[in-house]
């Protein structure tokens, strides 16, 4: 059963325009989320993250947007940038005891 | 910082061989994550310590693997005997608070057993 899920597999986006990726998760529970980027032969490299007492953070080109009536969280990216082409995964986490990440989407953004 | 070392990068080994995977924290950092990457399971928690304590060891898959934390400045993932679908990437990431902060990841190592 997964907790998180991130339904789009793969996106691809003009450079310029903006980048949408959706995650979707179960436990009401979870109270921290995060969104992690990682390149090929790399580890994930931490974004940005939300409280679930928030319902938006935005750091620069980035911004996360928490629906928790839906158990929906959103990372919005603009304008994207070709250097922004890697796999973004969603995490939640509860009281720090558990922390769950999905599957990954992977962004290509197009020049 | 060099940030979280982890080595081998790469271990190619036969089926029912022991395998150690080794991870260096960030100095500070008194949480440590062993996670195992899948193409079928995504990214899955295996063990997590507290101040070289392990806290939760519900993600480890079987009693072939352990995970012992003898200092803060390292720890291992043993995984005896090794099986094929034990194939993976295997990731270490440290943190300094359990809330509120994120995981800083290692480079990972990519095991094959053959």
């Known amino acids: 059963d997964q907790q998180v899920k991130q339904n789009s597999p793969s996106l691809s986006v003009q450079e310029g325009r903006i980048s949408i990726l959706n995650c979707d998760y179960t436990?009401?529970?979870?109270?921290?989320f995060l969104w992690y980027k990682k390149y090929p032969a790399e580890g994930p490299t931490f974004l940005i993250s939300i409280s679930s007492i928030k319902d938006k953070n935005e750091d620069g080109r980035f911004t996360v947007f928490l629906n928790k009536s839906a158990k929906h969280l959103s990372l919005h990216i603009v304008p994207s940038q070709p250097g922004d082409s890697a796999v973004y995964f969603c995490a939640a986490s509860n009281y720090g005891q558990n922390f769950v990440f999905g599957p990954g989407t992977r962004l290509s953004v197009l020049p | 910082d060099a940030g979280v070392i982890q080595s081998p990068r790469h271990e190619v080994t036969e089926m029912g061989q022991e395998v150690t995977l080794r991870c260096k924290p960030i100095s500070g950092h008194d949480y440590l994550f062993w996670y195992r990457q899948t193409m079928m399971r995504g990214l899955e928690l295996l063990i997590y310590f507290n101040n070289n304590v392990p806290i939760d060891d519900s993600g480890m898959p079987e009693d072939r693997f352990s995970a012992k934390m003898p200092n803060a400045s390292f720890s291992t993932l043993k995984i005896q005997p090794s099986e094929p679908r034990d194939s993976a990437v295997y990731f270490c990431?440290?943190?300094?608070?359990?809330?509120?902060?994120?995981?800083?990841f290692g480079p990972g190592t990519r095991l094959t057993v053959l």
């Open positions: 990431a440290t943190r300094i608070s359990m809330r509120g902060n994120e995981q800083f």
């Open positions: 436990n009401s529970m979870f109270d921290y």
